[in-house]
């Protein structure tokens, strides 16, 4: 019974596209994050939602953006996608924001053509 | 700002010897320090965490991190290593003021292990 779930795991599109990504937790965990991955593997925090309120917001282009239709659930929508959009997308939960761990989806790799 | 060093991209050791993966750290205020384990195509897996109390904190599959506030370190330790510990490992710090819920993240070390 997988924790935190993403869907698609890969992902394979062309430039100027739209794209989503989804992901679910059957933690019930508040917290949840999406995290960039590039390809050096450095991680980069994106975006936090805690009760579906956004709590932190990065310098992120806003052709990103995320929406969490209830605590379970926030899912990723990028327009317009550019080639340096090509990384893993990791989805992530906490119990608490602060001092609780994450816990980390499997990942989706867009590949953008 | 909050920053993580890891200061070792590679880390190689024998099967069964002692092994330590480095980690600095800066933040205002008093952190919350974590450790992540990767492997190839997988998420980041917690390891350990420390957040008061005992310098020296326990974790998963034998690995412990001793949290020391004057060098700014939280080093992750294990006695024996294992074949199977070969994978990218992350340390991760949040800080006790503001940004609830940010981490930052070291760039992170790929540790080898050879049998």
């Known amino acids: 019974d997988t924790a935190v779930s993403q869907t698609p795991k890969y992902l394979v599109t062309q430039m100027g596209n739209d794209k989503s990504i989804k992901c679910e937790q059957n933690l019930g965990h508040d917290t949840m994050y999406w995290y960039k991955q590039d390809s050096k593997k450095f991680l980069k925090i994106m975006f936090s939602y805690n009760n579906k309120e956004l709590i932190i917001n990065e310098t992120v282009p806003n052709r990103f953006s995320p929406k969490s239709p209830d605590k379970a659930h926030l899912n990723l929508h990028i327009n317009s996608l550019e080639l340096g959009d090509s990384a893993v997308y990791f989805c992530?939960?906490?119990?608490?924001?602060?001092?609780?761990?994450?816990?980390f989806g499997e990942g989706s790799r867009l590949t953008v053509l | 700002a909050q920053s993580v060093a890891q200061p070792e991209d590679q880390v190689n050791v024998a099967e069964g010897n002692p092994l330590t993966v480095k980690c600095t750290y800066s933040?205002?205020?008093?952190?919350?320090l974590f450790w992540y384990v990767q492997y190839p195509n997988r998420g980041l897996q917690f390891l350990l965490k420390y957040i008061t109390g005992d310098n020296l904190v326990k974790g998963s599959y034998g690995f412990e991190a001793e949290f020391n506030k004057s060098q700014t370190s939280f080093h992750l330790k294990k006695p024996s290593a294992l074949v199977s510990d070969s994978a990218l490992y992350f340390c991760a710090v949040r800080s006790t003021l503001g940004n609830a819920g940010k981490s930052t993240f070291g760039d992170g070390t790929t540790l080898t292990v050879k049998p």
């Open positions: 992530a939960s906490s119990q608490e924001a602060n001092t609780g761990e994450l816990f």
């Open positions: 933040v205002s205020g008093n952190p919350y």
